[in-house]
């Protein structure tokens, strides 16, 4: 019996032995277990989201809390890492936790791509009445002319008290440097179309020539009749010379330009020198801001005109060249004589020509501009061909089918060209040929 109760005994104490060995190894566990939860809430801080989400915060960041080590609160099952709202550790390509928990950044989903369509408004509405970009000013002017809106640099243009250009006017010319024939028979062939009525009945340079002649109407002199048809004033041209050596040079000053002036100057009284300069030649003054020149040398009035082709592209060669100026959406157009250089030229005599009648002594028609720089009858209406014109495109011109140029006047023998906007001083807009 003793024997019996020994070995129980034995037995007992062994078992006790054995729990608290088991005891003694589990203990630290459990400790060390529950400090790895950060003593907050089982799911990892949850009211401090913000600190949570930092390296030290909640039960998150490198350390995990005081419990850190993979097995403790910091390793991925831990309260760092992805669930604890802290930094994971340093693993190769840990797979994201898609519902993660804790102080960490909460994912959402994200929102849905919107969807372009080519055409956001496949079926735009029209509104009423749309406005058209044409011209809203009846014809005015001469007959089988147009007007065009008219532009602030009009506004002003009046008389001053002195003599115009009238009646018979001789025109001396000089071609310095190089021209070629077909360029000099352009300007020759405009000349002789401003007397020329055969084409009358369409689109005509002599239209043109009408409205430059009526300035005479409003000088205010006793029995003048502004509904009349103006007296007519004749382009003569008395001498051509052409100075293909440039015996001044190929930069021209002022200086030399009196003596080219002189030297072209027929003697002839009521005498217009005009002075062509080729594409090679500089001239001062000219293409920066103005096209042609007019002036009195020796009280005798002038006029000189340059090629821009090389020299002024940009600045004096519109509508054949891209003006080089915030002007958008340009239109350029081909020239109706093949030509960009003359042609362009061409226009600037024009403008120039009509200046220089209406305004020779600078005592005539113009109103003060910039730089003193009057604006007259050609500079009131820069840039305007045609009716419906707009800043970059020339408005309404003719194409020819067979060449691909424009031009808005037809000459003698039904020469082609393209003539400026000239200011009209019966309707006091912009008269255009077309």
Request: aromatic fraction near 6%; glycine fraction near 16%; charged fraction near 15%.
């Amino acid at each position: 019996m003793a024997a019996s109760l020994m070995g129980s005994g034995q037995r007992l104490a062994a078992l006790a032995l054995c729990l608290i060995l088991l005891l003694d190894i589990t203990m630290p566990s459990l400790v060390l277990a529950n400090k790895a939860k950060g003593g907050g809430h089982p799911r990892g801080g949850r009211g401090r989201a913000q600190k949570g989400s930092g390296h030290k915060g909640g039960g998150g960041g490198h350390k995990g809390g005081k419990g850190g080590g993979p097995k403790g609160g910091g390793g991925p099952k831990g309260g760092g890492g992805p669930k604890g709202g802290g930094v994971a550790p340093s693993v190769p390509n840990p797979k994201p936790n898609p519902n993660p928990v804790g102080g960490g950044i909460p994912k959402h989903k994200p929102n849905p791509v919107p969807v372009i369509h080519p055409n956001p408004n496949p079926n735009p509405v029209i509104p009423p009445n749309p406005v058209i970009p044409t011209n809203p000013i009846p014809a005015g002017g001469a007959p089988g002319g147009g007007g065009v809106p008219v532009p602030e640099a009009g506004k002003g243009i009046i008389y001053h008290g002195g003599p115009l250009l009238t009646g018979v006017l001789n025109l001396s010319i000089l071609f310095y440097g190089q021209f070629t024939a077909e360029q000099k028979n352009v300007v020759r062939s405009f000349l002789r179309s401003l007397e020329n009525t055969e084409n009358d009945h369409i689109a005509s340079a002599h239209r043109w020539w009408d409205i430059v002649e009526s300035y005479q109407l409003f000088t205010n002199k006793p029995g003048l009749d502004p509904t009349a048809a103006p007296p007519r004033l004749r382009i003569k041209v008395g001498t051509q010379q052409s100075d293909d050596k440039y015996t001044v040079g190929k930069v021209l000053t002022i200086d030399f330009i009196n003596s080219l002036f002189k030297k072209a100057d027929s003697g002839k009284p009521n005498t217009l020198v005009v002075l062509f300069t080729g594409s090679q030649v500089t001239v001062q003054g000219l293409c920066r801001g103005k096209c042609y020149e007019h002036g009195l040398v020796d009280n005798k009035p002038y006029l000189i005109v340059g090629n821009p082709e090389i020299e002024c592209p940009g600045a004096c060669a519109w509508p054949f060249n891209r003006l080089e100026y915030g002007v958008p959406n340009q239109v350029t157009v081909k020239p109706p004589n093949g030509n960009a250089g003359i042609d362009a030229m061409l226009i600037n005599f024009a403008s120039g020509l009509a200046a220089a009648v209406t305004n020779p002594f600078n005592t005539g028609f113009f109103k003060p501009g910039p730089k003193d720089d009057p604006i007259e009858a050609g500079t009131a209406c820069d840039n305007i061909f045609g009716s419906g014109a707009v800043p970059g495109q020339t408005g309404k011109v003719e194409l020819d089918p067979a060449s691909g140029g424009s031009y808005n006047a037809i000459g003698e023998k039904g020469m082609k060209f393209m003539l400026p906007s000239v200011w009209n001083p019966r309707t006091n807009n912009c008269w255009t040929a077309l």
